[in-house]
C-alpha cells in the first residue's frame, strides 16, 4: 500500500492543524493504522495508531487529550487533529500500515511537515 500524507502548515502555538493520508494500491480495511513524527535531531517517535475497525486507538502520551486519531475506510484515509498545538509538536508527520499480522509497520508514507510558533 502506497501511503501520502497532506495538511501540514505553520500555525500558532494553541492553534490546530489537521493532517490526513490517503491510501493507494490496496484496500486499507484490514491494516492498522498510524501517525508517527520526527522532529529535527531526533529519532522518529510514535505519535497515534487505530486499528482496522476504529475500536483500538492508542496514543503518545505527549499527544493525548489533545490530538485525535480517525479513519475513514471507504475512502482509503486517516485523519489526525492536532488541537492545542505547541512548538515542541513541530516535525515531520508521516503516516504508516501495518498488515494483518505484521509485527512491525511495513508501509510509510511521505512525511508533512508541522511547524509550531512560539
Known amino acids: 500500500v502506497q501511503l501520502q500524507a497532506s495538511g501540514g502548515g505553520l500555525v500558532q502555538a494553541g492553534g490546530s492543524l489537521r493532517l490526513s493520508c490517503a491510501a493507494s494500491g490496496r484496500t486499507i480495511s484490514t491494516y492498522r493504522l498510524g501517525w508517527f513524527r520526527q522532529a529535527l535531531g531526533k529519532e522518529r517517535e510514535f505519535v497515534a495508531s487505530?486499528?482496522?475497525?476504529?475500536?483500538?486507538?492508542v496514543y503518545a502520551d505527549t499527544v493525548k487529550g489533545r490530538f485525535t486519531i480517525s479513519r475513514e475506510n471507504a475512502k482509503n484515509m486517516i485523519h489526525l487533529q492536532m488541537n492545542s498545538l505547541k512548538p515542541e509538536d513541530t516535525a515531520v508527520y508521516c503516516c504508516a500500515a501495518r498488515s494483518s499480522g505484521a509485527v512491525a509497520w511495513n508501509s510509510w508514507g511521505q512525511g508533512s511537515q508541522v511547524t509550531v510558533s512560539s
Open positions: 487505530i486499528s482496522w475497525s476504529g475500536s483500538m486507538i
